[in-house]
Structures are given as C-alpha cells and as structure tokens.
T-cell receptor
Framework: LAKTTQPISMDSYEGQEVNITCSHNNIATNDYITWYQQFPSQGPRFIIQGYKTKVTNEVASLFIPADRKSSTLSLPRVSLSDTAVYYCLVGDLVGGYQKVTFGIGTKLQVIP | NAGVTQTPKFQVLKTGQSMTLQCAQDMNHEYMSWYRQDPGMGLRLIHYSVGAGITDQGEVPNGYNVSRSTTEDFPLRLLSAAPSQTSVYFC??????????????FGPGTRLTVL
C-alpha cells in the first residue's frame, strides 16, 4: 500500500479556502486517492475520490498533478462546521478488498 | 435506510470478560470491516469480510474474532478483554471496488473501556 504523508494540523479563518496537501510518492498505477472527514465521536465520512487531474463535487475539489505523487484537497469558504480531521488514503479499487490505511490525518481548526 | 448500525454505543468491561460488538448494515454491501481508533491515532483495521462466510485478518487481529453468517451482520467478539483493547471501534461497509467510486460507510462507533 502506498504510504501517505499529510500535515498534522492546520488552522484557518472562517470564509477562507483551505488546501490540504497529501504526499504519496510511491503511488501505484491502479491506485485511486480518497479523502475522508471525521468529526469528534463520529465515524469517518467519504468526501471525494479521484485518479488524475481534477475532481469536484458539492463539498470539495481534489487536485491531482500529472505525476500523481501528491494530491490537494480544497475546501472552499470553510465554516466552523468544517472543523474536523481529514484523512488521505491511497489504494487500488479494481478487484478484491483494499486494506486501506488511515493515518493520523490532518486536524483542521476553523477559527471565527 | 439506517445505513451501518452498531451496538452498544458504550461498554465497560473487566479484564477477562468476553463480549460481542454488533454491526449491521442494510445496504446489501458485500464488504464489511472492523477498525479500532485509539487517542491521537488513525483507524487500524482489525478484521474484514468480503462476503458471507469469508473473513480475513487486518493489521491488528490479535484478541478478536469475527464471523459473517449473513450479508447484513458482522459481529466482533472479544474472548478475554484486556486493558489494551480500550478503544473506539468502528464498523464499515462498502461495495466491491470498481473503476469508479469506492466509498466506505461507517457506523457511529462503540466506545469500549476495559478495566
């Protein structure tokens, strides 16, 4: 499994755009990049997933450069309710169960 | 749909006691997993199942047993609880991976304390 590295914590003011970068230097050809969000006392929740270039949904955008050795989760205009831990995962989705690894994630604190 | 449900929400055990953490999903997912999360750490995979009757070990399986007799249920058994098993336990379910989206749905968790 490709190992991921992301900042342990980040602070941001309300209304700002937040970018969290994840490094995954040994990503394999078949690996996808997935981000989850976890609030205190809750299970993680899927945010977004991508393979290359850019993916956007109603919650976030995911930017993946051509070499795919890193990815950036972008949260537009964060609010206090976006305070959570964000996990970056890398794994092969094609065939078979994928033993994904949740690292310690990035703790995002949104400040009023 | 209720999604993934877990019972109990909280549990206190004494060392050596046994118990079963329950997990059920109503989304007809083939894959189910158990994770534990300790303070300041990410989630670590305990056991997983790719279908009824099929289970396998994850990263930290020692001290835990699982079985999968139906698609819906995936109980986690602690045969002889130890203080090191004090943790928050999450159950998750998902469809098999395809070339598209692969999303795990997590339950609300069970907070277990072993004295």
């Amino acid at each position: 499994l490709a190992k991921t590295t992301q900042p342990i914590s980040m602070d941001s003011y309300e209304g700002q755009e937040v970018n969290i970068t994840c490094s995954h230097n040994n990503i394999a050809t078949n690996d996808y990049i997935t981000w989850y969000q976890q609030f205190p006392s809750q299970g993680p929740r899927f945010i977004i997933q991508g393979y290359k270039t850019k993916v956007t949904n109603e919650v976030a955008s995911l930017f993946i450069p051509a070499d795919r050795k890193s990815s950036t989760l972008s949260l537009p205009r964060v609010s206090l309710s976006d305070t959570a831990v964000y996990y970056c995962l890398v794994g092969d989705l094609v065939g078979g169960y994928q033993k994904v690894t949740f690292g310690i994630g990035t703790k995002l604190q949104v400040i009023p | 749909n209720a999604g993934v449900t877990q019972t109990p929400k909280f549990q206190v055990l004494k060392t050596g006691q046994s118990m079963t953490l329950q997990c059920a999903q109503d989304m007809n997912h083939e894959y189910m997993s158990w994770y534990r999360q300790d303070p300041g750490m990410g989630l670590r995979l305990i056991h997983y199942s790719v279908g009824a009757g099929i289970t396998d070990q994850g990263e930290v399986p020692n001290g835990y047993n699982v079985s999968r007799s139906t698609t819906e249920d995936f109980p986690l058994r602690l045969l002889s609880a130890a203080p090191s098993q004090t943790s928050v336990y999450f159950c998750a379910s998902s469809y098999p991976g395809t070339s598209g989206k692969d999303e795990q749905f997590f339950g609300p968790g069970t907070r277990l304390t072993v004295l």
